[in-house]
């Protein structure tokens, strides 16, 4: 070794080596099984084991896919059917309960000849969602909103929609895809109406109602804005109060008066006639939208310095956290009425929202924590040193690194929200789940029927919600900004 | 030591006016029941390249970050620019956006690019118009040589280069103070030079500086008054000619003695 060291140093590289490409490795599939199934002992056993698991719930449940029944009208006309094809012991899935119930684990009880409102109302949330969702690559925005218009309108025909309201989504729809072409930061102007118009959609009523809401936020819009000039807090304040004020004072008589005379209505939907998909998207989207925003402001609240802020946000935070979903859905349902003046009528859809979005935000507030702590303490000192202030440092550097570090928990929590819509049947209201499927059992006709139900909701709610997390993977990949 | 002391500066450039810039007067801090800073009295003058030198935990990066109020004082006063720093948040905010810092770690936004880094304060602070401080930051990023990375992530540079980022980032704020907090201690040495030389070229253009780093030739090139600090106090000041060659105090001899003895 020494004697070979001694040769060794001594030298003086004369030309430097050029890159090489890499030794060919085995390949093909046979190295592949090899190298992932069968590398060791260990691995062939769970490999084999696996295999086994595989084939015995494939053979276990392939008869009763395979003997599906489409066509029937009661559970006993599907077994006899299956008796009649597949022998007496036979067992099968009796698909019909979902090709003649579809419609009911969708829209609920809304009016058969009013599938359309909700229909384009989904289509334009797409419409709403693609700038804020896809702001940053163009190619998946166009695909969105060409798909969604397309379906929207196709589906649309199918259910019947009256030509005016073809003619309006069609506008609307196609409007998008073009506008997004053009100059997409425009679209947010829709995403920023959407709510009002598709409350006014869903339920319907006068759309003064609606435009009366629109007024009061654009005049505290406008207080803040002439405001803003003598302190930020005050502007808030003034904006807050003013809206607050309107909604609560004016906006209610406003919208009747207007109506009376200039009448502006669509058939009111109740929201007892709301079930299904339709209520659990519902309260799912108002939920996801509200307790975002809601959740960043607890976050922030709880690592203030401001002793009070701070306790507050930890005692609402803990208490919410603390109960369960149940709880509060009950407290919305039957507590509510005793603390509210008698005779206010106040939307059980809307408490459930405001419930169910508490319950998410303080879920949220501590995932968002979490990414506000894995900032470096740098990142808050450049931003000071620079001269911005709380809420510029917090908007501009803070938060957009904290939350993207934060993705996948917030995602959680939006799946975990949207699946814990089903709970509402507790406080009565139809889910797709449990609610709507009683009701289906109820017919005599259906009595009895509990695995094809359950795989269908189980399958629309797995759809939805693995949509949703390959979203956030993609979002994540798209924010990576080292190593590129 | 590194090859900045063999550069020829030219010092008749670097005049020292007597405006002052910064008064610290009487100063303490505490940490919790640690007294960090102790009797801290210094002004700088505008134009004075000051390097603050001394052993870890001696309160030296504590002081400069004093002084744009990263850390909170408890008694004593700090005047930057005729503004006393107190804690009405709207001379802190002024103050903040008289001086610029660069830290040890860099400290840049990994989710905007190199320009938009450049161009945020001075946008959302200042209210310049986002072309016009475009313009800005391409100067100062050529200024510091990095205009082709202008478009890049933090995350793609090397840590010379990042350093320079945050440099022309300061800058862009058009500071009459520039506080500097170990710019180089996190670079590898053959990036040093390159964060070195953009410090010097600063200097020579007649900034106000003040430089806590252990790159004892860049203070024996560029400052005009070296301060030594042990245990949160000014131990010894004097120009670099003086402290290098004949150091009063024990404590700076062993300093010495120790960082330039190998």
Known sequence: MSELHAQTVPFVRDTMLPQQPPPNRETGALHWLRANLFSGPINTILTILGLLIIWFLVSHFWDWFAHSVWNAESLTQCREIIAATWGEDARGACWAVIRERWHQYMFGFYPRELYFRPIIAFGFLFVALAPVLFSESVRIRRIVLIVAAAATLILSVMVGAPLPWLVFAA????????????????????????????????????????????ASVALGWLAWRLSVRISPLIAVI?????????????????????????????????????????????????????????????????????FLV??????????IRGVPLITLLFVASLLLNYFLPPGTNFDIILRVIIMVTIFAAAYMAEVIRGGLAALPKGQYEAADALGLDYWKAQRLIILPQALKISIPGIVSTFIGMFKDTTLVVFVGLFDPLKGISDFVRANFAWKGVYWEPFIFTGAIFFIICFSMSRYSMYLERRLQRDHR | MTETSERQIDRSQMQV????????ANMNKWYGTFHVLRDIDLTVHRGERIVIAGPSGSGKSTLIRCINRLEEHQSGRIVVDGIELTSDIKNIDKVRSEVGMVFQHFNLFPHLTVLENCTLAPIWVRKVPRKQAEQTAMRFLEKVKIPEQANKYPGQLSGGQQQRVAIARSLCM???????????????????????DTMIELAEEGMTMICVTHEMGFAQAVANRVIFMDQGQIVEQNSPKEFFNNPKSERTKLFLSQILGH
């Not at chain 2, 006016?17 to 610290?24: G, K, M, R, T």
């Open chain 2, 174 to 196: 058009q500071p009459r103070i520039m506080l500097f907090d170990e710019p180089t201690s996190a670079l590898d040495p053959e990036m040093i030079k390159e964060v070195l």
């Open chain 2, 17 to 24: 006016s007597d405006e002052v810039a910064i008064e610290i």
């Open chain 1, 171 to 214: 506008i609307v729809m196609i409007g998008a895809v073009v506008v997004a072409e053009r100059n997409a930061p425009w679209l947010l102007i829709f995403s920023a109406l959407y709510p009002l118009l598709g409350v006014w959609m869903l339920w319907g009523g006068s759309a003064w109602g609606e435009l009366s809401v629109l």
């Open chain 1, 310 to 319: 701070n306790k507050l946000a930890v005692v609402f935070i803990e208490f």
């Open chain 1, 238 to 306: 003034a904006g807050v109060a003013v809206t607050l004020a309107l909604l609560l004072f004016v906006a209610g008589d406003a919208a009747e008066d207007l109506q009376s005379l200039i009448p502006l209505d669509i058939t009111a939907i109740d929201s007892d006639q709301f079930g299904g998909f339709l209520l659990s998207i519902t309260i799912g989207v108002a939920g996801i939208a509200l307790s975002l925003p809601l959740g960043i402001i607890l976050a922030l609240a709880r690592r203030s310095d401001m």
